[in-house]
T-cell receptor, first 111, second 114 residues
Framework: KQEVTQIPAALSVPEGENLVLNCSFT??????LQWFRQDPGKGLTSLLL?????REQTSGRLNASLDKSSGRSTLYIAASQPGDSATYLC??????????FGKGTSLLVTP | GAVVSQHPSWVICKSGTSVKIECRSL??????MFWYRQFPKQSLMLMAT?????????EQGVEKDKFLINHASLTLSTLTVTSAHPEDSSFYIC??????????FGPGTRLTVL
């Protein structure tokens, strides 16, 4: 069974810093990997989707990389802002439709 | 576009009662919908996959008689928590999939069972 781990569980940084969130998965036979943002008590917002054949995806200040062979992905956030404060979830899709989620990294960006 | 709604957004009920949660895709058709459950500071756990017009597929450990799922149309799936107990209190999130590559998530429903 696919297991997804996210490190760190929580992170606090001052505004303006660049930061990296990590995600690892146990089965490298994935279809794609997705990063989501979840605000407290809310649903999920998709940030970036990386297909298994891709190495990275970028959207604005966000960059996600994928190393399928080693079972790792990173989410890089440049020039962090207080509005980036949220929980970031990594999810892996393997052979089925459903997504396997990590527990998330809770990010706090302080002014 | 690609909006998924859930109703209600939160519900409080007494132990032993049943609660129905609706998941709707507002501007697209979804042949497949998923129901997830999330405990505080935990990851989303897939409960079941539902396909329009057929029975839902439940994940191991999820009681199908307790969590009834109906996917009656291409835009609506419902989750009914029967005879709810305090341990069923959780955040329930649905997602709707118009194609193999894409899932759109609803805003979630907070269930509290007293």
């Amino acid at each position: 069974k696919q297991e997804v781990t996210q490190i760190p569980a929580a992170l606090s940084v001052p505004e303006g810093e660049n930061l990296v969130l990590n995600c690892s998965f146990t089965d490298s036979a994935i279809y794609n990997l997705q990063w989501f943002r979840q605000d407290p008590g809310k649903g999920l917002t998709s940030l970036l989707l990386i297909q298994s054949s891709q190495r990275e995806q970028t959207s604005g200040r966000l960059n996600a990389s994928l190393d399928k062979s080693s079972g790792r992905s990173t989410l890089y956030i440049a020039a962090s802002q207080p509005g980036d404060s949220a929980t970031y979830l990594c999810a892996v899709r393997d052979s089925g439709y459903a997504l396997n989620f990590g527990k998330g990294t809770s990010l706090l960006v302080t002014p | 576009g690609a909006v998924v709604s859930q109703h209600p957004s939160w519900v409080i009920c007494k132990s032993g009662t049943s609660v129905k949660i609706e998941c709707r895709s507002l501007d697209f058709q979804a042949t497949t919908m998923f129901w997830y459950r999330q405990f505080p500071k935990q990851s989303l756990m897939l409960m079941a996959t539902s396909n329009e017009g057929s029975k839902a597929t439940y994940e191991q450990g999820v009681e199908k008689d307790k969590f009834l799922i109906n996917h009656a149309s291409l835009t609506l799936s419902t989750l009914t928590v029967t005879s709810a107990h305090p341990e069923d209190s959780s955040f329930y999130i649905c997602s709707a999939s118009p194609s193999a590559d894409t899932q759109y998530f609803g805003p979630g429903t907070r269930l509290t069972v007293l």
